[in-house]
């Protein structure tokens, strides 16, 4: 492992993990979040990489969800939110308050635990980001859609009812279709909240196999209650608990080998 001497890279952090010799998405350092006087995250620590899969597990309540949305900002639409602490994005603190959050929309897709597809149809659903960002010619609306459709493979479940209304398919196929929707504004990060949760065993599976190939392309966050989907399909995971980040190494150490009584606890399923 090469550690690197960058101000924005250095040092090691509170959980003992060493800051790898790769580039950096989201940095995040001693955030804490309370919700009133809910003190829901502490001391987090935590480099998300580049082009990987980060997998976030804890029991109910640790605060696995809360941090994801923090990484867009969307926890403080929760008025009695206040943070402390730093999340650098590209190397700027998105905490900040001279940060606009609307350079994070274009840059951060999230996919929800149900598949929330506008009532529109499949066509519309893809194209309504594009359209928002100013893109009016139907031949490039056109291309867009199909390029983002073939990315969430589901482009030949749906290229013959582009027009049909997007809840007309099925759950798993709605889910894609919100990846798809995601994928249209060429995000540089996708955020996803337990996005099989809702899914059959056959739709969790082809939504598994479709993240690992967005790795190729995406940096992508993932929180799940199902640890073996984290072992499946992600490189590194941090698991939470009581709000604090207990370890955050890659996903084989992790399960294989825990450093931590209270991980190894956890996966071994003595609580939780
Ligand atoms: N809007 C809110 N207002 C007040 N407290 C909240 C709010 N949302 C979450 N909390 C509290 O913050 C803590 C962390 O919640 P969070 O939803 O982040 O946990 P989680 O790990 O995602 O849980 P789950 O796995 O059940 O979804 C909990 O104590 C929760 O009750």
């Given at each position: 492992?090469?550690?690197?001497?960058?101000?924005?890279?250095?040092?090691?952090?509170?959980?003992?993990?060493?800051?790898?010799?790769?580039?950096?998405?989201?940095?995040?350092?001693?955030?804490?979040?309370?919700?009133?006087?809910?003190?829901?995250?502490?001391?987090?620590?935590?480099?998300?990489?580049?082009?990987?899969?980060?997998?976030?597990?804890?029991?109910?309540?640790?605060?696995?969800?809360?941090?994801?949305?923090?990484?867009?900002?969307?926890?403080?639409?929760?008025?009695?939110?206040?943070?402390?602490?730093?999340?650098?994005?590209?190397?700027?603190?998105?905490?900040?308050?001279?940060?606009?959050?609307?350079?994070?929309?274009?840059?951060?897709?999230?996919?929800f635990q149900k598949p929330?597809?506008?009532?529109?149809?499949?066509?519309?659903?893809?194209?309504?980001?594009?359209?928002?960002?100013?893109?009016?010619?139907?031949?490039?609306?056109?291309?867009?859609?199909?390029?983002?459709?073939?990315?969430?493979?589901?482009?030949?479940?749906?290229?013959?009812?582009?027009?049909?209304?997007?809840?007309?398919?099925?759950?798993?196929?709605?889910?894609?279709?919100?990846?798809?929707?995601?994928?249209?504004?060429?995000?540089?990060?996708?955020?996803?909240?337990?996005?099989?949760?809702?899914?059959?065993?056959?739709?969790?599976?082809?939504?598994e196999e479709l993240i690992?190939?967005?790795?190729?392309?995406?940096?992508?966050?993932?929180?799940?209650?199902?640890?073996?989907?984290?072992?499946?399909?992600?490189?590194?995971?941090?698991?939470?608990?009581?709000?604090?980040?207990?370890?955050?190494?890659?996903?084989?150490?992790?399960?294989?080998?825990?450093?931590?009584?209270?991980?190894?606890?956890?996966?071994?399923?003595?609580?939780?």
């Open positions: 492992m090469n550690l690197v001497t960058d101000v924005n890279q250095n040092n090691i952090n509170s959980n003992g993990t060493e800051r790898e010799n790769k580039n950096i998405v989201y940095d995040t350092k001693d955030l804490n979040l309370w919700y009133g006087n809910t003190h829901a995250l502490r001391n987090i620590d935590l480099p998300i990489y580049e082009r990987e899969v980060t997998a976030i597990i804890g029991p109910s309540g640790c605060g696995k969800s809360t941090y994801l949305k923090t990484l867009n900002r969307m926890v403080e639409l929760v008025p009695s939110v206040h943070t402390s602490g730093t999340i650098k994005y590209r190397g700027r603190d998105i905490l900040d308050k001279s940060f606009k959050v609307e350079a994070l929309r274009t840059s951060v897709g999230m996919v929330n597809p506008f009532p529109k149809s499949i066509y519309d659903n893809i194209a309504y980001g594009p359209k928002i960002h100013g893109i009016r010619n139907k031949k490039i609306l056109d291309e867009i859609v199909e390029k983002s459709l073939r990315g969430a493979y589901i482009w030949d479940e749906v290229k013959d009812r582009l027009k049909d209304n997007a809840y007309s398919l099925s759950g798993g196929q709605q889910q894609r279709i919100c990846i798809a929707r995601c994928l249209a504004i060429e995000p540089d990060v996708i955020l996803m909240d337990e996005p099989t949760s809702a899914l059959d065993p056959k739709s969790t599976l082809k939504v690992q190939e967005l790795k190729k392309d995406y940096s992508i966050v993932i929180v799940t209650h199902n640890m073996q989907q984290a072992a499946r399909i992600s490189d590194r995971t941090a698991f939470f608990l009581n709000g604090e980040v207990v370890e955050y190494t890659d996903t084989d150490t992790l399960f294989s080998t825990p450093k931590d009584k209270r991980t190894e606890d956890y996966i071994t399923g003595r609580f939780g």
